[in-house]
């Protein structure tokens, strides 16, 4: 398996020493950037992994909570954790992730609501600075922050600038608002300036943001698709995503790819089509299950 970039932070080539476990349709190449491959890094994950009915889809039947992580790092190469939206975990806990994972491994961390939700980006310096002084025990297994903005916030460009220049130089954010007044140049600018990435959601099988590059990296999440069974993405829908991703970044970027559709397993089902789909259009991912032989 190529290695992943592992510190949120200006990407780095290095080879993934650990992951050594079949990587399904992933394709075991070395990482883009070392000279040996000329393709674009889709870094392919989901949002959580500590879902009950995702045994016997991921886990096995007699696979213990407690070593969901360790078994879920075996099939992905990287996740993007919803913990710290709801409540900051303490240091310990982000350097536990840390030490259960494997080298290489990337976890995303969705920035707290209290910063995004309650806050609504104001006086930032301090839920930013607490945020960063925890994850910061994740280690080279840091990547991304995710600010997933509230659907009623409208679009504030002072904010925001004053919101990402709080985050330490270097630090990968994505920014998903959620309200139509973002979609302006000014906004664009913005996230340009900081080297930030705009956040392209999907719901319904439909992007529900402007398709904007605005860094030298992507951020994609896949809420809910249109097929059967609800909330499962159709083939097609896959197919033009993986189209889009190359149209919109050239090789050797690095796109992080979370589905969030969890109920049923369908995130990890989809990520798994997904992935099929990738290697298919010739694209290298990172490592995903085998088609049906994800609990195994």
């Excluded at 790092?73 to 900051?88: D, G, I, K």
């Excluded at 309650?118 to 297994?141: F, N, Q, W």
């Amino acid at each position: 398996m190529h290695a992943v970039t592992g510190s949120g932070r200006v990407p780095r080539t290095r080879t993934d020493e650990a992951a050594r476990e079949p990587a399904g349709p992933g394709l075991d190449r070395p990482r883009p950037g070392t000279g040996t491959d000329p393709g674009m890094t889709i870094l392919l994950g989901t949002s959580g992994w500590q879902y009950r009915d995702w045994r016997g889809v991921l886990y096995p039947q007699g696979r213990p909570q407690r070593l969901w992580l360790e078994e879920y790092a075996r099939h992905f190469a990287t996740v993007e954790s919803n913990a710290a939206f709801y409540r900051l975990p303490e240091e310990r806990t982000f350097a536990d992730w840390r030490d259960r994972t494997p080298q290489g491994f990337v976890m995303a961390v969705k920035a707290s609501r209290y910063l995004t939700h309650i806050k609504r980006l104001r006086t930032p310096e301090e839920p930013v600075g607490r945020l960063m002084s925890h994850a910061a025990h994740l280690g080279d297994r840091l990547g991304p922050v995710l600010l997933q903005l509230p659907p009623t916030l409208h679009a504030d460009a002072g904010l925001l600038d004053a919101c990402l220049g709080c985050f330490p130089a270097g630090t990968r954010v994505a920014v998903e608002p959620r309200h139509d007044s973002w979609w302006t140049a000014e906004i664009r600018t913005v996230l340009e300036r900081h080297g930030a990435a705009l956040c392209w959601a999907d719901r319904g099988s439909r992007p529900v943001t402007p398709l904007w590059r605005t860094a030298d990296w992507g951020y994609l999440r896949f809420h809910e698709g249109r097929a059967e069974p609800w909330p499962r993405y159709g083939p097609q829908a896959l197919a033009t995503w993986v189209r889009r991703i190359a149209e919109a970044w050239p090789d050797r970027a690095d796109v992080h790819a979370y589905f969030n559709n969890d109920p049923g397993g369908a995130a990890v089902l989809d990520a798994v089509q997904f992935a099929r789909a990738a290697a298919d259009a010739g694209r290298t991912v990172s490592r995903a299950p085998s088609p049906g032989g994800c609990a195994g």
